[in-house]
């Protein structure tokens, strides 16, 4: 059983930055990809980034050059940092963990959540 926690979320205008934090309870943290997830009101949950077991990582082409996904396995911990942010980015932001090593960016792949970290980003 593995327990998310995510922080960092808040109020940021257009162009500003934030990053998420997920820190994750157990010893296997290491051993799991790890992804960030959003959604925002009346849509469906959609994948950000993620990040497998060899520091390999992917995104989302809304995502791509502006968020950096990362991980600090001795701390436990799953990093998002979002720069140019857009009004567009406003959801609440999830991460994830799959069992897969080489886990992909759908939803279903992912076996624990956290609680959600809402971002709003004002024009």
């Known amino acids: 059983q593995v327990q998310l926690v995510e922080s960092g979320g808040g109020l940021v205008q257009a162009g500003g930055s934030l990053r998420l934090s997920c820190t994750a309870s157990?010893?296997?943290?290491?051993?799991?990809?790890m992804g960030w997830f959003r959604q925002a009101p009346g849509k469906e949950r959609e994948f950000v980034a993620l990040?497998?077991?060899?520091?390999?990582?992917t995104y989302a082409d809304s995502a791509k050059g502006r968020f950096t996904i990362s991980r600090d396995n001795a701390k436990n911990t799953l990093y998002l940092q979002m720069n140019s942010l857009k009004p567009e980015d406003t959801a609440v932001y999830y991460c994830?963990?799959?069992?897969?090593?080489?886990?992909?960016?759908?939803?279903?792949?992912?076996?624990?959540w956290g609680q959600g970290t809402q971002v709003t980003v004002s024009s």
């Open positions: 994830a963990a799959s069992t897969y090593a080489t886990g992909s960016g759908t939803v279903s792949d992912y076996d624990y």
């Open positions: 157990g010893r296997t943290f290491s051993r799991y990809t």
């Open positions: 990040i497998w077991l060899t520091s390999y990582s």
